[in-house]
């Protein structure tokens, strides 16, 4: 029977946290660094039976495997730290970030680990929610990764070997899913504007499949604006390194920037996000 191997996190995060517990039921233990970390991480950690460690080095000595998830601009610089104390485990790269970024991570690390590109679509997988988590890279390491979540609410699917396909597919749906809740937002702060937010409403209600009808949205997207606009900003860099415009994609990082001090405000109504993105 193969032994179960040693996960660590980093950082238990809302997503981190939730996806972490999962491969827990694979995994002989996951392990997380509290050093530097809120009071906030420690109870979500707490809450999905993650075990704490003190410090990073200990963390990464420990760990066969190590799962990177953090805000998109922080990637390199936890990569980096990473390196500098010569992990020589499997590093899951499941960042929002462009492809590029995620090569540049890979022949970072890849002096000593071994780098499997991922990407997490979907909601955290709790209370009944599904994420999947698509990976790329190195065969035997990816569908190893792959099974720390067999039988879990995470379903994972290797997609190849070449670093940056998972990434790209990541970024790809969130250039959609995401910017199409702040056109949402737009267009109810412009019908609130002239008073006509109500009709709107009845017109979005004539068409099921629209997102105009999701208003629930809008807070939500608001309140995870500051992790959202710096992803807008790797999609943008993605289209313009295909010789695709870019513009609309760092335009919704732009917006998003007028949420980003409702970070993680869970008591967000839609009306507060609206004056929000009014600057009122």
Request: proline fraction near 4%; include cysteine.
């Amino acid at each position: 029977m193969t032994q179960q191997p040693v996960v660590g996190i980093l950082h238990p995060g809302s997503m981190g946290a939730a996806v972490a517990a999962c491969a827990a039921a694979n995994a002989a233990t996951v392990l997380w660094c509290a050093a530097g970390r809120s009071a906030a991480s420690a109870a979500r950690a707490e809450r999905h039976g993650l075990r704490p460690v003190a410090t990073l080095a200990e963390l990464l000595h420990r760990s066969d495997i190590v799962l990177g998830l953090c805000p998109p601009a922080a990637a390199e610089d936890m990569a980096r730290d990473v390196a500098a104390h010569g992990f020589t485990g499997v590093y899951v790269e499941a960042n929002a970030i462009d492809a590029r970024r995620t090569r540049r991570i890979a022949d970072l690390l890849g002096t000593t680990a071994t780098v499997v590109d991922g990407g997490v679509i979907g909601a955290p997988p709790l209370n009944g929610e599904t994420s999947l988590l698509y990976l790329s890279g190195p065969q035997d390491e990816a569908r190893r990764v792959a099974g720390l979540f067999a039988g879990t609410a995470v379903e994972a699917t290797v997609l190849g070997s070449e670093i940056g396909r998972a990434s790209a597919l990541k970024l790809s749906y969130a250039a959609f899913q995401k910017v199409s809740r702040v056109l949402v937002a737009l267009s109810y702060g412009l019908a609130r504007e002239h008073g006509v937010e109500r009709e709107l409403r009845t017109v979005a209600a004539r068409r099921t499949d629209s997102y105009l009808c999701e208003t629930e949205y809008v807070a939500k997207a608001a309140a995870r604006a500051w992790r959202w606009g710096p992803e807008m900003e790797e999609i943008a860099d993605m289209l313009a390194e295909a010789g695709l415009p870019p513009d609309m994609l760092r335009a919704a990082a732009a917006t998003l920037a007028r949420w980003n001090e409702a970070k993680d405000d869970s008591g967000l109504t839609l009306s507060d996000a609206l004056d929000r993105l009014a600057g009122s």
